[in-house]
């Protein structure tokens, strides 16, 4: 049973929700501070440092209040999981999303706009949102990705969505 | 072969982090992640990211309280410590955990040998 005391704490974070989610930020960037300082110690190189602890972190999507509505996955070109990982490299036209396949998953991509309106089109296929990690050399990179049954791609005649798989 | 880390049952991490600061008293997230996966052995398998999402629900609930500070190292960061409240929810955490473990046990136990009653 929610208590009074649970519920005014709700409505609360309902109404600072920007303060409490940069307080939030502050606490995670001084989690990853700390990871960094230990591994330091333990005489990592200071990027190797920083990318073990990100790498430890993981997740920070789930860890904040509430998940993201819509996929905001920015992933681009054919990178695959396990290639290097070249600074920062995002489109607002590319999506990544996980498709379930029934003893193994794979990962697409593809273009924004059409998957939009596959979305709208074919919601029953479309499982959640979740989060993954591009890790290799370098930085890893966090991106939120959209859990899809493998349906989701189905050929359409009129506008065929054509994902490129990466990994497996 | 290594064995694969150990999931955490759903309910586990919030026993943990009351259990460890019950124990240690007030720690920051990183404290509270790093002792859990030390304590375990390193056997269970922690996001240290689902941390905050255990502390944001504790503190909901009460049972922890939180204030910033500065750690050993220097670093600016933010310190959980367990209420009274939160202590009773930890009590009565431990022994439905204890019951259950030891009807698990006799589960386990049991012989195929064994009659039916």
Same mark, same amino acid.
């Given at each position: 049973?929610?208590?009074?005391?649970?519920?005014?704490?709700?409505?609360?974070?309902?109404?600072?929700?920007?303060?409490?989610?940069?307080?939030?930020?502050?606490?995670?960037?001084?989690?990853?501070?700390?990871?960094?300082?230990?591994?330091?110690?333990?005489?990592?190189?200071?990027?190797?440092?920083?990318?073990?602890?990100?790498?430890?972190?993981?997740?920070?999507?789930?860890?904040?209040?509430?998940?993201?509505?819509?996929?905001?996955?920015?992933?681009?070109?054919?990178? #695959?999981?396990? !290639?290097?990982?070249?600074?920062? +490299?995002?489109?607002?036209? &590319? /999506? $990544?999303?996980?498709?379930?396949?029934?003893?193994?998953?794979?990962?697409?991509?593809?273009?924004?706009?059409?998957?939009?309106? #596959?979305?709208? !089109?074919?919601?029953?296929?479309? +499982?959640?949102?979740?989060? &993954? /990690? $591009?890790?290799?050399?370098?930085?890893?990179?966090?991106?939120?990705?959209?859990?899809?049954?493998?349906?989701?791609?189905?050929? #359409?005649?009129? !506008?065929?969505?054509?994902?490129?798989?990466?990994?497996? | 072969?290594?064995?694969?880390?150990?999931?955490?049952?759903?309910?586990?991490?919030?026993?943990?982090?009351?259990?460890?600061?019950?124990?240690?008293?007030?720690?920051?997230?990183?404290?509270?992640?790093?002792?859990?996966?030390?304590?375990?052995?390193?056997?269970?398998?922690?996001?240290?990211?689902?941390?905050?999402?255990?502390?944001?629900?504790?503190?909901?609930?009460?049972?922890?309280?939180?204030?910033?500070?500065?750690?050993?190292?220097?670093?600016?960061?933010?310190?959980?410590?367990?209420?009274?409240?939160?202590?009773?929810?930890?009590?009565?955490?431990?022994?439905?955990?204890?019951?259950?473990?030891?009807?698990?046990?006799?589960?386990?136990?049991?012989?195929?040998?064994?009659?039916?009653?």
């Amino acid at each position: 049973m929610i208590t009074v005391a649970e519920l005014l704490q709700k409505l609360t974070a309902v109404f600072y929700k920007s303060s409490h989610d940069r307080e939030l930020d502050e606490e995670l960037a001084s989690h990853l501070e700390l990871a960094t300082d230990e591994y330091l110690h333990q005489g990592l190189s200071p990027q190797e440092a920083r990318r073990k602890a990100v790498l430890r972190l993981g997740g920070i999507e789930q860890s904040q209040r509430g998940t993201p509505r819509r996929a905001r996955l920015a992933v681009a070109g054919n990178r #695959r999981p396990g !290639s290097p990982v070249r600074g920062p +490299c995002s489109s607002p036209r &590319v /999506r $990544l999303f996980r498709v379930y396949r029934s003893h193994h998953r794979r990962w697409y991509h593809s273009g924004c706009g059409r998957l939009q309106h #596959r979305e709208q !089109s074919a919601g029953s296929s479309f +499982c959640g949102i979740g989060d &993954v /990690r $591009l890790t290799a050399k370098g930085e890893p990179e966090r991106l939120t990705a959209a859990p899809v049954t493998e349906n989701f791609f189905r050929p #359409r005649r009129s !506008s065929p969505i054509r994902p490129v798989l990466f990994g497996r | 072969m290594r064995e694969p880390k150990l999931d955490l049952l759903q309910g586990t991490l919030d026993v943990m982090v009351l259990q460890t600061l019950a124990t240690l008293g007030p720690l920051h997230g990183y404290g509270i992640a790093r002792r859990i996966e030390q304590v375990s052995g390193d056997q269970v398998l922690l996001n240290q990211g689902t941390i905050y999402a255990a502390l944001v629900r504790l503190q909901q609930k009460s049972w922890i309280a939180s204030e910033w500070g500065t750690s050993d190292n220097n670093r600016k960061a933010k310190y959980y410590a367990i209420t009274a409240k939160g202590r009773q929810q930890l009590a009565a955490d431990m022994a439905y955990w204890q019951r259950l473990a030891s009807v698990m046990e006799r589960v386990f136990a049991m012989s195929s040998t064994e009659p039916a009653q």
